[in-house]
């Protein structure tokens, strides 16, 4: 029972540490980029609607940071990326041998470019996440949620902050 309301403590903190990164992209970015284009994100498992997702988030971390305008018809820069790897794993087992936690791990390989030059900034890093999580106290479609959110905010860190 402990060991229950430990992991559900430490999800709570890590979804409002989560939560507050998005907020909290630093770096400089240069002169010569004011605009970019998310390309929509692509994906090669099967797991249905990450790329959508993704793509959502990027855009939105992107708007809510502030540095950078949405151009989709004459940007500065372009991001694309793919979803390469997205696994849910048991790791721990009731007495009963019912699943008590799992891992949830996802992978994202993301490029970013000039356009004026086509010079890659990024070019195909890839970037992951992972998280555990009870099925007794949260859902699949919520830990997938909260996992697609942390690699999306980790995307937006990386190309906005990584220079």
Do not use: H, K
């Amino acid at each position: 029972m402990a060991t229950r309301v430990f992991r559900i403590v430490g999800t709570a903190a890590l979804l409002a540490l989560a939560a507050g990164c998005a907020y909290s992209f630093r770096g400089t970015l240069p002169d010569s980029i004011r605009s970019v284009q998310v390309r929509q994100f692509r994906s090669s498992v099967t797991e249905y609607g990450l790329e959508q997702d993704i793509t959502g988030l990027v855009t939105e971390a992107i708007v809510r940071d502030g540095r950078l305008a949405i151009d989709n018809d004459d940007p500065d820069a372009r991001i694309e990326g793919s979803v390469v790897q997205f696994d849910r794993t048991a790791v721990s087992y009731t007495g009963s041998e019912e699943v008590e936690q799992y891992r949830l791990e996802i992978r994202v390989t993301v490029s970013m470019d000039r356009t004026d030059d086509n010079e890659y900034i990024i070019r195909n890093e890839t970037i992951s996440e992972w998280i555990l999580y009870d099925p007794s106290v949260e859902t699949f479609d919520a830990a997938r949620e909260r996992v697609v959110s942390q690699v999306s905010v980790q995307i937006v860190r990386r190309c906005l902050s990584g220079w």
